[in-house]
């Protein structure tokens, strides 16, 4: 049983918890993941690590609620117990001198986004970033990323706060300007990544996006992870969760991540019934 | 026993199994077979004509001495038949229900010449289970600890006999599976109907009670690897991390949705339960056509669960013909009285979906069967012209898998193939890394519980014999 240690909520529906699991903090690089459990008839599910601490022996892990297991985690108070954690798994991104990192974070995808950006900027890059959400109070992080970057640009789609715009108009714009980016990593709701790849493509600048979509044991044995990169079935829980943008056929992505949205109806209304109503937006479990 | 007295004993008529009726059983995941009564197994015991060369023993992968323990049954003593079984084979209730014995102890049984073998796998699921059943697991009085520690890679079949072996010999022994719950392919490969998974708990239960350890969601090659293992105290490391990723084969339409491989929808039905959604939450899709493809024992196990989700048509697809299936004749007959369509010398060359990237219909293609090719199978060869479509919206791929990556690369010193096995000396389970064993799926690609557990007891032997005497 992993011990939940501290819940903050970030925006309505989001928050982070801290868990206590001393050796995936130890371990955890940017980009990994771990998969949970809630309880016995739980499912396993994937959720980026954004932050860990040795001193604690925590791991941070942001989650929206969109589905029956999100839900559950986020009805959870500090002091409660997760049945299952298990992780550090995948690979971690690829984080080396490239000069200027351009770090996108769109939604709740800000959250893995900022242990990467911290991992860049450490390795001795220039780090700007641009985090982007709906409105205003979806903006997440801000501090976080603003501490991690060495510039930072805010978006939103309705422009109630910073930039009135999408993250590829930020994007866009710097290459316009001519600024020499080395690499691109960007993270958020599928059609957001694939967004940023089209940015990119025609430039060759390399560009990582960190895909989410259905594991089931999450370290090599099942196959349900399997993506299309560059032509060939790779499996996002060990050859990924990154992958070059430019590679990956986001459209197949999309389709298998609804995969099973008719069950995920039952399932919410089986705890509709059982705890009373709730008011969901649809996605996945990183909110992508 | 006198020329005359065996003669009279081969004459016995073998005694039947009852089961399940094939139509009540589809509809519920429980065991198939009923298992033999007291009286029954007596009677079926007195068939064995207790050879003085056994050759049954030879036949068996761990070499259980099949004579003694049918003895033992044939004089009531099932609890004392039990407790044999167990100085050899850690886990006869599994073995007794999914080994492949008409391949191994009952091929070779003398009495099989002229007559049917002894049902010897019959006997051990019985004496197994009468002593679970009847709560005499005894727990055995072991050593003084030898002051060494044991590191186990993965809860599976190879995994589990090795911890009983290491543990009965006074070893201090940590399993380190990577699920939420130990037993590796008896748990999430298995099929409930084909191994009830209270028996895994038993048998889980019982090493525990021995002492064994077990650490729950700990990813070798990645919450820990094997070189901190021995950073960590341990002094030698058994890898049994199982079957890595499915095969896939490269057909167009390979990514629907509805197209799965065998090891996801049986890790979805078994360990996750989703036949029991939604109040598991694991979901799976039901579909109203089924295919599988292939036909091996994976095959047949996903095929016959998929039977019991209610489906309209399950079908086993298959390039070669019903001679060359490689799965059991048991699970094949099974499968047949279940009504399982057999679609033989067919292949499908292309999966179609809807606009949803949901799948639809398969495309197959006959075949015939040309000249043998290397593993002496003929050869399966497209019937030019042949195409035909298939409505389907739940496709299994069932076509072997490749290695799991985790340990090798966190392991370079560690020598494995080319299709990434770890390599070993097949007497002593040793690998290229000094304290290292390994055995079972991650060693031999696919193979079966009594072979991974065989290896197991090999690599427990000789690790024994290096932890006594440190020379590797």
């Keep these: 049983m992993y011990e939940i240690t501290e819940k903050i909520e970030l925006s309505h529906s989001v928050y982070i918890f801290k868990v206590k699991a001393e050796k995936i903090a130890k371990k955890r690089k940017a980009g990994q993941f771990i998969i949970f459990r809630m309880n016995e008839q739980g499912e396993r599910i994937p959720l980026t690590i954004m932050d860990s601490s040795n001193e604690d022996g925590t791991i941070s892990v942001l989650v929206q609620e969109v589905g029956k297991s999100t839900g559950l985690l986020c009805g959870m108070e500090v002091g409660d117990h997760i049945a299952d954690v298990v992780g550090p798994l995948g690979q971690p991104t690829h984080i080396e001198k490239f000069g200027t990192v351009v770090c996108v974070g769109g939604g709740i995808g800000t959250a893995p986004v900022l242990p990467i950006a911290k991992s860049m900027k450490e390795a001795g890059n220039k780090v700007i970033s641009i985090i982007g959400a709906r409105t205003k109070e979806l903006v997440i992080l801000e501090k976080e990323m603003e501490e991690a970057s060495t510039e930072l640009h805010v978006t939103t789609d309705d422009g109630t706060y910073g930039h009135h715009g999408f993250v590829t108009t930020i994007l866009q714009k710097l290459i316009d300007d001519g600024v020499e980016i080395g690499c691109v990593v960007g993270i958020g709701p599928v059609p957001m990544m694939r967004a940023v790849a089209e940015v990119t493509r025609p430039y060759k600048i390399f560009t990582q996006v960190s895909l989410n979509p259905i594991m089931v044991d999450g370290t090599g044995m099942c196959g349900a992870c399997r993506v299309t990169i560059g032509g060939e079935n790779r499996f996002v829980c060990v050859d990924g969760p990154e992958f070059d943008g430019h590679e990956v056929d986001f459209a197949e992505l999309t389709l298998r991540n609804r995969s099973y949205l008719k069950e995920e109806k039952i399932a919410m209304e089986e705890l509709t019934y059982h705890e009373g109503p709730r008011c969901y937006e649809k996605g996945d479990s990183d909110g992508r | ?472």
């Design chain 2, 1 to 472: 026993m006198d020329a005359k007295e065996t003669k009279e004993r081969m004459k016995l008529p073998r005694q039947p199994m009852g089961e399940q009726p094939a139509k009540e059983r589809v509809k519920n995941f429980y065991e198939v077979p009923l298992g033999y009564t007291p009286e029954q197994a007596m009677a079926e015991a007195k068939r064995c004509i207790q050879c003085k060369k056994p050759l049954c023993v030879g036949g068996c992968p761990v070499g259980i001495d099949i004579p003694w323990f049918i003895k033992l049954i044939e004089e009531g003593k099932f609890v004392e038949a039990a407790r044999k079984l167990k100085e050899t084979n850690g886990l006869p209730a599994v073995c007794g229900r999914v080994c492949p014995q008409e391949d191994q102890c009952e091929k070779v049984c003398i009495v099989g010449k002229k007559y049917e073998p002894v049902s010897i796998g019959r006997l051990e699921k019985f004496a197994a289970d009468f002593e679970r059943e009847h709560g005499e697991v005894m727990i055995p009085n072991l050593p003084k600890w030898t002051g060494k520690k044991v590191a186990i890679v993965g809860g599976g079949p190879a995994g589990l006999a090795v911890a009983g072996d290491m543990v009965k010999l006074g070893h201090k022994v940590t399993i380190f599976e990577a699920l939420h719950v130990a037993g590796g392919v008896l748990v999430y490969g298995i099929p409930e109907f084909r191994l009830p998974k209270k028996i895994v708990e038993a048998e889980l239960d019982y090493l525990v009670k021995l002492g064994v350890e077990i650490e729950l969601n700990a990813v070798i090659g990645k919450t820990d690897t094997v070189d901190e293992l021995f950073e960590q105290g341990f002094d030698a490391v058994f890898v049994g991390s199982g079957a890595g990723l499915p095969n896939f084969m490269g057909i167009p339409g390979e990514n629907l949705v509805g197209v799965y491989s065998a090891n996801e929808y049986l890790t979805r039905v078994n360990l996750m339960k989703a036949y029991q959604f939604p109040e598991y939450d694991t979901p799976v899709i039901r579909g109203r056509h089924v295919a599988v493809i292939g036909a091996g024992n994976t095959a047949m196990d996903a095929a016959r669960t998929a039977l019991r989700l209610c489906p309209e048509e399950v079908s086993i697809i298959y390039r070669r013909s019903r001679e060359e299936m490689p799965a059991r004749l048991e699970e094949i007959h099974h499968g047949e009285e279940e009504g399982i369509n057999f679609r033989l010398l067919t292949f499908p060359k292309r999966f179609i979906g809807d606009h949803e990237g949901r799948l639809i219909a398969a495309e197959c293609v006959k075949m015939e069967l040309g000249e043998p090719d290397d593993s002496g199978r003929r050869r399966p060869v497209e019937v030019e012209g042949s195409e035909f479509t298939i409505d389907l919206d739940v496709a299994i791929i069932s076509i072997g898998n490749g290695a799991n990556p985790l340990i090798q690369q966190s392991t370079p010193d560690m020598n494995t193939n080319k299709w990434g096995n770890i390599t070993v000396d097949t007497e002593t389970g040793r690998t290229s890394k000094k304290g290292v064993f390994s055995g079972g799926d991650i060693v031999r690609g696919g193979a079966t519980v009594i072979l991974a557990m065989g290896d197991g007891r090999r690599a427990a032997a000789s690790m024994h014999e290096y932890l006594s005497t440190g020379e590797w």
